[in-house]
């Protein structure tokens, strides 16, 4: 039996650009064999070399990521696409990062996971690749490795999981694991109840069904245009998103031979659309860290004080956990992220004319966008928390920056003044937070060190500190929260995190002492330490700097080559990019 003669064709049909592929598998020579021979292993055809796209679809399916475990069947649909477009389609995988399993923190492997989609994508026979992302770190380490490699790429985010639902009432994931282990505590609610909304929570395949990180990475990826229209909200169980991930397939082989690549659509004008587009959703403060890092792969220089300026004065739209009452699935059904991107665009508030990967504008794609349900989705006019955006806060305690979530945030505490109880590591917070006798009250400011991204090392999601028991029996439910760490978009509170430098590099955090008093002014921007200049010089020279916590290995290349919160936390080597040459035959 044979199959088709072979084809050299060294463009694609129409003349457009040489495929890179054709580097490969249009030889007619010793290598030309080698490389279309082990292919042929899988029963592949002589015509699946002729010249058509190659597409790379980049799977982080694992059963350790279990908001990913429905990836083998996206990446299916994906395939189908690819075929039907004329596209030849071979699935790879990369390090899959699960939030809810890794140690220390799935933050650490971030910059690792980018390097092995840059490296596979620029080491292999690819003219384009999909990205299936879903967990919090894949979508940025998938993004950063590709706008790095910058082919042609599209994101397929996995969606949201199905609503939580507990005794007839709604619960969401890590908001209401945040809200129900802190009644656990305060003895309100039993462990067998605490265990039955475990098993309500999770009720199908897709990640936080919150306005956590990943929901919010994925309306990330419509709002910068590198992911199609909807991605941000269908629902994981939802048919349509197979279909947008069939699309997606089918759009990939497009873009091939247009030749769109990330560089053309992550634009200034597309991050500055996602910054006021996270305002908007009241997105969570992890996309700030994330955005920055993607951002300095294309060489855009973006930085804390482009959130404060396009964000500030933005309202929060949507009435989501953890800042509101609904979740993704009700975001979904009330129109999604083009909704919302309408109501923007309607104000001036984005660039209509930004790229996006179905080769259409911003604007072309929401123009007519409906509005199904105002109170999930609501007006500009009476917005469900009017100016929330991301709040970026600077002064002597935070010199290069600290992040805050108004709309997560209390009200009351926004401007407040208090005395610092200190925490000079996770384990002696956790310690101290059960201890009858600690020295707080509701009116103190709460401060943990050592949590940033070389301290950890990682920058974990333990900002949104639990609260001291004696004080939830009290009844206080808030308290300000400071520190060089994350949290969980899932989280909510009057909590200041990122604050650089961090305390483990020698910020001025490192020099914060029990008793010192502290005031937060959030209208005013402002986080500042009531220490004499005098007094801290004197503590800077008594500090001595920790022992880092890796000697050697990934850990040891992470601390001694990431970058401050400010900038993304990236590694220093790996800022910018490098594209995608051929690179020497292999034999």
Known sequence: MSDHPSNDKKKQPGGGKPLRSQAWFGRQDKMGFYYRSFL????????????????????TWSELTPCNIHFRDLAEHVRRGVLDAGGYPLEFPVSSLGEVTMRPTAMLFRNLASMDVEEAIRAHPLDGVVLLMGCDKTTPALLMGAASADLPAIGVSGGPQLRGVYRGQIIGSGTNIISMS???????????????????????????????????????????????????????????????????????????????????????????????????????????????????????????????????????????????????EDFYYAGGLPAVLRALGERGLIHKDARTANGRTLWENVENAPNWNAEVITPFETPFKPESGMAILKGNLAPDGAVIKPSAASPELMVHTGRAVVFESVEEMHHAVNDEDLDIDASCIM???????????????????????????????DMIRISDARMS???????????????????????????????????????????????????????????????????????????????????DFLVGRSGSPVPRDNH
């Open 40 to 59: 042929k292993n899988s029963g592949t055809p002589q015509d699946q070399f002729d010249g058509r796209p190659v597409i790379g679809i980049c799977n």
């Open 182 to 328: 802190e009644q656990l505590r305060a003895g309100e609610v039993t462990l067998e109840e605490f265990h039955a909304a475990e098993a309500g929570m999770n009720r199908s395949a897709g990640s936080c069904m919150t306005m956590g990180t990943a929901s919010t990475m994925a309306s990330m990826v419509e709002a910068l245009g590198i992911g199609l229209p909807e991605n941000a909200a269908i629902p994981a169980a939802d048919a349509r998103r197979a279909l947008l991930a069939r699309m997606a397939g089918r759009r990939i082989v497009e873009m091939v031979r247009e030749d769109l690549k990330p560089s053309d659509i992550l634009t200034r004008d597309a991050f500055e659309n996602a910054i006021r587009t996270l305002a908007a959703i009241g997105g969570s403060t992890n996309a700030v860290v994330h955005l920055l890092a993607i951002a300095g792969r294309v060489g855009i220089d973006l930085t804390l004080d482009d959130f404060d300026r396009l964000g500030r004065d933005i309202h929060c739209l949507v009435d989501l956990m953890p800042s509101g009452r609904f979740l993704m």
């Open 489 to 571: 978009g899932t989280a909510y509170g009057t909590v200041v995190l990122h604050v650089a430098p961090e305390a483990t590099a020698g910020g001025p955090l490192a020099l914060v002492r029990n008793g010192d008093l502290i005031t937060l002014d959030v209208p005013a921007r402002a986080l500042h330490l009531h220490v004499e200049e005098a007094e801290l010089a004197a503590r800077r020279a008594a500090w001595v700097s920790p022992e880092p916590h890796a000697a050697r290995g990934y850990q040891r290349l992470y601390i001694d080559h990431v970058l401050q919160a400010d900038r993304g936390a990236d590694f």
């Open 447 to 477: 401060v943990l060190k050592h949590c940033g991204p070389k301290g950890y090392p990682g920058m974990a999601e333990v900002g949104n500190m639990p609260l001291p028991a004696k004080l939830l029996r009290q009844g206080v439910r």
